[in-house]
């Protein structure tokens, strides 16, 4: 009885670090502000899995080309990466692999363009509900 109870105790704290630590990430404190390389491109590394995105929240500088290096963690659950901002001239919308996939885009206009996965099982919430989207920060 004694075992259980501290095996109880125990699932309980893991319960509450896990919820405060997926809370903190929720909140933007792993953004990652992305600085230009010197041949002028702004390189940022993505990793998704169930269900963040790592960073998960970016900053870029405006009319700077970006590159995108984009995968996925291992496992049977397929994700990919969206972010629908034509107004500053983004469309991105990939497949994610367990390799890196590289892309490239121009910001065109400064805003908070939200960035997610798109995927969803049959009945069961979307990807992006389950907490897998983040923010693309397009600043001046
Ligand atoms: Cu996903």
Not at 38 to 54: L, T
Not at 123 to 129: D, Q, V
């Amino acid at each position: 009885m004694r075992a259980f109870l501290t095996f109880v105790i125990y699932c309980w704290c893991a319960l509450f670090f896990s919820a405060v630590a997926a809370g903190a990430e929720k909140n933007g404190r792993d953004a990652y502000i992305a600085s230009v390389d010197s041949d002028g491109v702004q390189r940022v590394r993505i990793v998704g899995g169930e269900y963040f995105f790592k960073p998960s929240r970016i900053v870029v500088k405006v009319n700077v080309p970006v590159e995108f290096s984009v995968s996925r963690e291992a496992g049977i659950v397929p994700h990919s990466l969206v972010i629908e901002a034509p107004q500053a001239g983004i469309a991105v919308d990939e497949d994610l692999s367990t390799e890196v996939r590289k892309f490239t885009f121009n910001p065109t206009a400064p805003g908070t363009y939200p960035m997610y996965c798109k995927n969803k099982l049959l009945f069961f919430k979307s990807h992006r509900e389950r907490g897998m989207e983040g923010i693309l920060e397009v600043v001046p």
